[in-house]
């Protein structure tokens, strides 16, 4: 019985290792995920960033009628302004490739905690071994009652054989 112990006790530091190893991998996944998500959200505000106060002066200038500024937009001005549209562009395909990280973050993170409740359900120990008495409990409450039935029927059984043996052996009056 001594050997049985130590053996017991091994297995159970391996288990609690196993777990504690799990856990704190799916704990740095989360971690890996949550600053992804962290870096995204940041390029999606830069570049949802307002423009440079020079550009907005040019496309509202106080005073300036509609005709004015539809005539900056062609000739020399819109060559100045093809930079702002490239960059613009460019912003709205950072912010667009960012916010689709994002949103496979949150699902891989939606993910991550499935398994995390999975491994903090399967490896409660306590709960388990709570679970495990109590069916225990249930199935030695079960198994006395249905050999006190049998008992009895056994009893009961004798009584009829010993009136049918009397019954077949008495002389006939």
Do not use: C, W, Y
Not at 147 to 170: C, G, I
């Amino acid at each position: 019985m001594n050997a049985a112990a130590p053996a017991t006790s091994t297995a159970t530091t391996a288990t609690a290792t196993a777990t504690s190893d799990t856990h704190d991998a799916l704990l740095r996944r989360v971690d890996t995920h949550i600053e992804g998500l962290l870096s995204n959200l940041s390029l999606v505000l830069s570049a949802a960033a307002l423009a440079p106060p020079a550009l907005q002066q040019r496309r509202q200038r106080p005073g300036a009628p509609a005709s004015a500024a539809a005539s900056q937009t062609s000739g020399p001005a819109s060559a100045a302004q093809e930079p702002h549209k490239i960059k613009t562009a460019h912003d709205a395909l950072v912010a667009e490739a960012a916010t689709a990280n994002m949103a496979r973050a949150v699902e891989t993170l939606l993910g991550l905690t499935t398994e995390l409740k999975q491994t903090l359900i399967l490896n409660d120990f306590a709960a388990l071994n709570a679970q495990m008495l109590a069916r225990h409990q249930t199935l030695s409450n079960q198994t006395r009652i249905s050999r006190q039935t049998l008992a009895e029927m056994r009893s009961d059984l004798a009584a009829v054989e010993l009136q049918l043996f009397e019954a077949l052996h008495s002389p006939l009056a």
